[in-house]
Structure formats: structure tokens, C-alpha cells
């Protein structure tokens, strides 16, 4: 039978997740974390709050339970994507809006519209917002939905590429590598004028990794106020804000090697163990208000590793 052959997590004491930590016999896709732990009921998770700063590993030995609410958007851009809704469990929600509009801007905007109005829901009822899609630009529908509700978040921003052109800088015309210039309120601002809310200031964006950035990219990148790390391990060292965080993870960002299933793949990326040190040390925190994931490709090879040591990472950070 396929199964996983698991150590200790170094995280959380409980059956290891990370390559490193774990090595993968067969193919799986373990929920277990994210489902929560037994008796806690769908979308709970053990969390740990930040040690003080003489505790050692105190923080380690208490716990708080956090409810999570999952939000599946089982599409790209304005389009389905077939194999997310997958999965699916008992508890979380599906934004499935119907795109309508004459432009894939209204298009995309109608669907990040309804993932709006469900963080705001998760949110009043005290559960933290956690969305999985299959692009980045849902994460203009979370910004909606936290500054709806009073979350004014720094957004930690994990992603092989830089998201962060315009029309004037990229190459291709793809607006899926616009987001994360959207949010910062460079080039494309429709979908979030449609949606009513204003940029991010770029003080209160980091940019982590980005390690393939077009050429017109890089230079807006660098002219930019927000925060660039090259390597993620930066922010193990990295004195982070006090207010909300907002954790935007393109699993791209991890090494084609382990997370192979992707339609954008960037050699020299992050391992899996490396970026769990990352996302345990911004969870130890206890800062994380919200989470967005943006997937790997379904359809393509080396899907059920690619599946399982991402979900493993989400696990980490909620």
C-alpha cells in the first residue's frame, strides 16, 4: 500500500511533513494537518503562540486552537481548473462564481468579488481566512475581504516570479503576472476598482525570492518601496512589522526538483525543509491573519508529490 514513512515534525511534534523530515513511498495527499486534530472538528489546528523571548522553546509547550476557514476557488483567471476541487473537504467553502463581463478583468473581478464576501464571513466568525486557487491574482479578492473587515495586514509574498509587472513592462501580456503590481497600485487597477478597495501601501509588501523577473519587472521591482529578499531565509533574521500578516504563498517558489507539477517552473528555488523553517518561524509568531495559496498545476506530472509536499508546507503556517 502507498503511504508516507514519517519522523517526528520538528514543528509540532507530531508525524513529520517535510522532505528531510519524511520520505515519500508511494503517492499521498495528506490533509490530516489542515483537517485538524482529532476532536477539534473540520478547519481547527493547534497553533503555537510566540515564546517569549528568555522561554527557549516554551512557546512549543502551550497551545491555542485557531479555527481556519478553507476557501477553495477552483479556477484560473477567469477560467475552471479542472482537478483543484479535489480538494474539497467537509467544512471548507467553494468560491464558484460564474465569470460575467465583457473584459477578463470584469471577468476576474466578479470571481474575487466572491471570495470577498466569504473571507468577511470567515472572518466574523472569528475564523482566520485561508484560500486556495489556481492563480495569484486571488489574492486581490482576500486584500478585499480583510480590509472589509478591519484587517490592515503586511502581505509576506512567496513566489519564484515577481508578479509585479505592468503593461508597459511585460513581455507577454499575461495578466497573471500583474497581481502583486496590482496590489501595490502600479499598472492594472480595475479589479480593484471594481472592488472598491485602494492599493496596499508598498511599505507593507514583502517580496520574497522572485528569482525570475522579466527585465521591465526587476527595474519597477527595484524602483519600488516595497521590501525585496532574494532568499527566503532572510526572514528568519528579518524583524517583522507589528500589525496583521498576510502570508501569499505561489507554490512555485519551492525547487521544481521536489515541486515539480507546475505551468512556470524557476530552477534554484527553495527546498520544502528550507521553507518550512520560514513558514514555522512566521507562524510562531502568532501574527498570521490570513493565507493564500496559489497551486500547482493539476494536470501535469509529478502531481501527487507536488500536492502532498504543499499541503504539508500550508500545514505549517495554519
Not at 522532505?19 to 513511498?25: A, D, M, R, T
Not at 473587515?149 to 509587472?165: E, Q, S
Not at 497581481?179 to 480593484?192: K, N
Not at 526572514?235 to 517558489?253: A, C, G, Q, S, Y
Amino acid at each position: 500500500m502507498d503511504q508516507i514513512r514519517r519522523s517526528r515534525c520538528a514543528f509540532c511534534h507530531g508525524p513529520g511533513h517535510l522532505p528531510g523530515f519524511f520520505q515519500l513511498s508511494g503517492r499521498s495527499s495528506n490533509l490530516g494537518h489542515l483537517q485538524g486534530k482529532a476532536g477539534l472538528g473540520p478547519g481547527a489546528v493547534l497553533h503555537h503562540p510566540p515564546a517569549g523571548p528568555d522561554s527557549g522553546t516554551a512557546g512549543r509547550e502551550n497551545f491555542r486552537v485557531i479555527r481556519n476557514q478553507f476557501i477553495l476557488t477552483p479556477s484560473f483567471l477567469d477560467q475552471p481548473l479542472s482537478g483543484l476541487e479535489e480538494l474539497f473537504q467537509p467544512g471548507w467553502q467553494i468560491n464558484q462564481v460564474a465569470p460575467a463581463g465583457t473584459t477578463l478583468v470584469r471577468r476576474i473581478a466578479g470571481i474575487q468579488a466572491g471570495l470577498a464576501s466569504l473571507v468577511v464571513e470567515a472572518i466574523q466568525a472569528g475564523r482566520r481566512p485561508v484560500s486556495i486557487a489556481g492563480d495569484c491574482c486571488t489574492a486581490i479578492g482576500m486584500l478585499a475581504g480583510l480590509v472589509r473587515t478591519g484587517i490592515d495586514p503586511h502581505l509576506i509574498w512567496f513566489d519564484a516570479h515577481g508578479d509585479f509587472n505592468t503593461w508597459e513592462t511585460t513581455p507577454s501580456g499575461f495578466l497573471g503576472g500583474m497581481p502583486l503590481a496590482m496590489l501595490a497600485g502600479l499598472g492594472e487597477q480595475t479589479i480593484l476598482e471594481l472592488l472598491e478597495i485602494e492599493p496596499l501601501p508598498q511599505e507593507r509588501i514583502t517580496l520574497t525570492d522572485a528569482r525570475d523577473l522579466d527585465p521591465g519587472e526587476k527595474e519597477l521591482v527595484a524602483s519600488s518601496r516595497i521590501t525585496h529578499l532574494n532568499d527566503p531565509l532572510a526572514l528568519l533574521e528579518t524583524p517583522l512589522p507589528d500589525r496583521p500578516l498576510w502570508i501569499h504563498f505561489d507554490t512555485d517558489v519551492v525547487d521544481p526538483t521536489f515541486v515539480s507539477a507546475q505551468n512556470y517552473p524557476a530552477p534554484g528555488g527553495i527546498s520544502p525543509e528550507e521553507l518550512g523553517r520560514v513558514f514555522s518561524h512566521l507562524a510562531e509568531t502568532g501574527k498570521v491573519a490570513a493565507v493564500s495559496l496559489s497551486s500547482w498545476a493539476p494536470g501535469l506530472p509529478g502531481v501527487e508529490d507536488s500536492r502532498t509536499i504543499c499541503l504539508d508546507l500550508l500545514a505549517l503556517l495554519c
